[in-house]
């Protein structure tokens, strides 16, 4: 048994904001405020930035109400950050800690995080200064090693799906107006997001939206690329895809660039251009279909109403557990989700070194991805579908009995 | 009293699918099975395009639980259509129903539709066949006249107001890097759905999210349009506009056309851009801040878990009150909604002329925007507020008690 540490603890929020990562504050504050070995719970506003500048918020005066209404909170309530530390931060931030008496390091982030981490870790203990640091996973993009799944990824991957069932509904009523619509989610390098639109399907049934899928993990041909979407067309009247803005074209460029290639401005300047708005002007230019796009934005990551219940408690509790695991004498790790079994679905936290994190990403494995690169694969639906919370709410879908012609 | 008029009935859809068209067909339907005098009730695919090709279904014959279900369904379940009609599309109407013996027609759409089910009823009066012809108000854009609001708008409105409440604690969290938002909502001529940002303010606080409003009631001037960002960005450290895609310039082009006007193609044709995409351009370049665009597009009309409870009700009853009225006799008119009193919200239906309606477009009055032509007015809050349903989930604000400097 580690010795007992008694001190104050700080946690903070890093990178891009989640419709969850508020769950895990109000994991880590209620858990902490539980604990007799930790002291005062301390906040950073605009997460390391906080730490530099010695912007610290007590979070144990906050009323318990407004920590339980974090569960429900989209976005950062502390504030968030992306910051690249340079060494004499380093001893910045070991100087704030210690003035501070703080024992107890929480970071709430993704890969970037947990690479802060490890080294504040380090750098305490290489300077003797005992402090517990922990890692709280976090991200929409679901690229995180090491862990099932990312917190933050089910509830946006539950926006998605609604969104592209929608849209699906839509483009089925009005295709003989606008014929394509293409829709775009937010990843860099990893189709979690994108591929998550697959579980928009009604009841599974393939002619139903999204009826292709196109991620970074797979090289874009664009001949083929139009002629999925003839076919889709020609068999359905209308075609929805979806479509990750990191997508790429056979030469690994963005498409988002190429399009961009496309466009000269005022000042002779080329200018990028988005994925799906390249993608539309080339249906149109291609296959004479109008085309549509939707780029949601940042609105996938933060609707409120789309918080995956699942999501929430898993946000919730690898915080309380980053602090448990502390302390009781854990340092230099993250939380991780494990799942137990899928159906019915079951899970449990796991811990993996700050440092194997901070250098991998997870893309997409192969078997979630068809041969074709234009849809997923059921492993994939089996691997997402527990992670949105409860199915998508019915929608009814009219026989059609046709009335014979008279006139 | 009007002699009883037994016959069959008949309904469409029309124009851009909403949240909540379906709930008005569940109406027609469903008070349609209740009265003796009408046989059997048909739908038109595809709203009048399926009369010209005599593509009918019969929906007494879809099971009770899927029309049921029509009131949670977003989109238009029977399809829908933008068709012109000519002088001899007139006739084979006409033909199509006496085949059916049709007397009874309903058309849910917005003033497209109204023109066309004033044509189709003064055509059967003239040639002496008996038709009870009926409008049923549909449109997002909440444009129509003679009717308080619209069905459709509230889910718009209530989507809306959520995405831009998460795009808002999304920019202040995350200000350091992405510093303007804009967020593009749909409307050509009238900016209701983009106003209904303002409901997204937390607890009405105007320093919260949208904080700037343009809509194309309202000229934008470009200098006071950035004067207006820098302001709240030396204030707040961050600003989210909410942003018309029908938004005009000071000469009274679109900004999206003006936006267009800035790019030419690899093939020297000049493209149009968006509004939004352009905004965030002139943004980056005048005032060197980074600025990016979210544009749900047509999934802010469609989100099925961004129906307002209001909306489907009102809907249902539109559908329900124009079978009614024309079982008792009416004929020519669309239901209207009728606002008894705001608080608590009272609502009745009421009737206006076809002709009315379809020669009329609502654009927001004067007293609903301010002088400055960057926001709405109280008046439009309180007119806007009911139409959602519930208020949005409340959300946590950290008080931020700050921790005193030690370092």
């Known amino acids: ?199 928009a399907r009604i009841d599974g049934d393939p002619d139903t939206a999204p009826h292709l899928i196109y991620v970074p993990e797979r090289r874009i041909v664009m001949d083929k690329l139009l002629d999925d979407v003839q076919k889709v067309y020609d068999r359905l009247g209308y075609c929805v895809i979806a479509l990750c803005e ?30 799906a708005d390249y993608l539309c002007r080339v249906i149109a230019d291609r296959l004479k279909l109008k085309a549509r796009f939707d780029k949601p934005g940042t609105i996938q990551r933060m609707m409120q109403s789309q918080q995956s219940p699942v999501d929430v408690e898993e946000a919730y509790t690898v915080g309380a557990t980053a602090v448990q695991k502390a302390v009781a004498g854990t340092s230099g790790y993250m939380v991780t989700l494990v799942r137990q079994s899928n159906d019915p679905y079951r899970w449990t936290t796991g811990l993996a070194r700050l440092e194997d994190v901070a250098n991998a990403e997870r893309l997409m494995p192969d078997e979630f991805l068809n041969a074709e690169g234009n849809n997923v694969t059921q492993a994939f639906l089996d691997y997402a579908r527990p992670l949105i919370g409860p199915p998508l709410p019915p929608v009814a879908r009219l026989k059609k009995y046709m009335v014979a012609k008279k006139a």
């Not at 719970?41 to 009323?63: A, P, T």
């Open 246 to 275: 990191g997508a790429r074209g056979e030469d690994g460029d963005l498409l988002s660039a190429t399009g961009g290639a496309l466009y000269t401005d005022s000042f002779g300047h080329k200018q990028l251009g988005g994925a």
């Open 1 to 199: 048994m580690p010795d007992t540490l008694k001190g104050n603890l700080i946690v903070g929020q890093s990178g891009g904001p989640t419709a969850v990562i508020n769950a895990s504050l109000a994991g880590v504050v209620q858990e902490a405020l539980k604990h007799s070995e930790i002291g005062s719970v301390y906040g950073m506003l605009h997460g390391i930035e906080g730490v530099l500048k010695e912007e610290l918020i007590d979070l144990g005066k906050e009323s318990p109400d407004t920590i339980e209404l974090l569960k429900q909170t989209p976005s950062a309530a502390l504030g968030s950050c992306r910051h690249k530390l340079t060494d004499k931060d380093y001893d910045r931030i070991l100087t704030v800690l210690k003035a501070h008496g703080i024992r107890y390091f929480m970071y709430i982030g993704g890969n970037d995080s947990a690479d802060t981490t490890a080294r504040i870790s380090r750098l305490a203990q290489e300077t003797g200064y005992e402090l517990r640091a922990m890692g709280i996973p976090k991200t929409i993009d679901n690229d995180l090693a090491f862990t099932d799944h990312c917190p933050g990824y089910g509830s946006v991957a539950r926006f998605v799906a609604e969104a592209v069932r929608g849209a699906g509904l839509d483009t089925e009523a009005i295709g003989v107006v606008d014929t394509v619509k293409v829709i775009e989610m937010m990843g860099r390098n990893a189709g979690w997001i994108t591929a998550a639109a697959a579980l």
